[in-house]
């Protein structure tokens, strides 16, 4: 039986991820190009903020926030409904909820504006929508393609904000590097970080929202996220037997973390500090077995960084960190 997602009341930062069916490497430049247009509009339509993504040939990572807003009125859904379907669906359904008000059909009015508002504000139906408007998309673009394109439920943590987000943010914009596709994440095109460098204002945007939005000056929030993309002991990790993962994980800098492949990123169920994993495991306790009664276990993934405490709630004994090829 399926567990209940974790989720968080009132707003919240998650990483998303999804792979492609068996692992297969089915996404090729236009392909990413188009999910990243699509994963935009979709956000836009849901309210959710995307703070950074990275699109490879067999998965996805996304990182986004759920903002704290009340329930969008009704200009407000017309204006969703523009970016997802276009104006001409917008202004058809205006017209149409015009007409159920002159025929005084109130609850066909109510009913149609509550179901849309359902498919808002959570990631469940914003990953729902992404993957299938986009299989849709994939199959109208590849002849012959037959069956699923993705694989099984997408996996969500959720975030901490503040120093823990930046670094789940790195984690995703280095992907690319881990993967050896490039020795400079500012060189992938469909991620986040990528994108903001080469000029994507929508994408800077996104990686100012890591900082909270304090500031709008993008250059200076770029600058101190590429001192953790860039920081020193962010080279290659030391050899070491990959079914076990680094020994000496726990002394490893964050930098140099960031370039190992890390299960708790994606499996870890939340990532922070250790008061934020004990208040997850306190208030989502239908999330754990019956036998454990402490608090959250979270697993130091290594040493305090500039202020940044990585800890995940779920122990992942089965490599837990690995590193790249």
Not at 30 to 46: N, Q
Request: glycine share 10%; net charge positive.
């Amino acid at each position: 039986m399926r567990r209940k997602r974790v989720k968080v009341e009132g707003g919240g930062y998650y990483h998303l991820m999804s792979r492609c069916a068996l692992k297969q490497f089915l996404l090729g430049e236009d392909d990413k190009r188009a999910f990243v247009s699509m994963l935009h509009r979709i956000a836009a339509f849901s309210g959710i903020e995307v703070l950074t993504y990275c699109v490879m040939s067999n998965h996805f990572h996304v990182l986004v926030h759920v903002p704290r807003s009340e329930a969008p009125d009704e200009e407000e859904l017309l204006t969703r409904v523009a970016f997802l379907y276009g104006h001409e669906r917008s202004n058809d359904m205006r017209q149409r909820w015009h007409g159920y008000r002159n025929a005084k059909l109130d609850a066909a009015l109510i009913k149609e504006q509550s179901q849309l508002r359902k498919r808002m504000g959570d990631i469940s139906p914003f990953m729902q929508i992404l993957k299938q408007r986009f299989t849709i998309w994939y199959r109208a673009h590849h002849e012959g393609h037959e069956g699923t394109l993705w694989q099984g439920r997408f996996s969500s943590t959720l975030v901490e904000g503040g120093g823990s987000l930046a670094a789940v943010a790195a984690y995703i914009d280095l992907n690319p590097v881990r993967a050896g596709l490039v020795a400079d994440p500012k060189d992938y095109r469909f991620s986040g970080f990528g994108a903001a460098t080469s000029g994507d204002k929508q994408a800077s945007q996104g990686l100012t929202g890591i900082y909270g939005n304090t500031t709008n000056d993008t250059a200076k929030v770029m600058a101190v996220y590429r001192g953790l993309l860039y920081a020193k002991g962010g080279g290659a990790p030391p050899p070491s037997d990959k079914r076990k993962g680094p020994s000496n994980r726990r002394t490893m800098p964050l930098p140099m973390l960031l370039r190992c492949r890390i299960r708790a990123m994606t499996s870890g169920l939340a990532i922070g500090s250790q008061a934020f994993t004990d208040s997850i495991f306190s208030t989502h306790r239908y999330a754990f077995s019956e036998q454990r009664r402490n608090a959250a276990r979270g697993k130091r993934l290594c040493p305090a960084w500039d202020g940044i405490q990585l800890c995940s709630v779920r122990h992942l004994r089965k490599n837990p960190i690995t590193h790249s090829p």
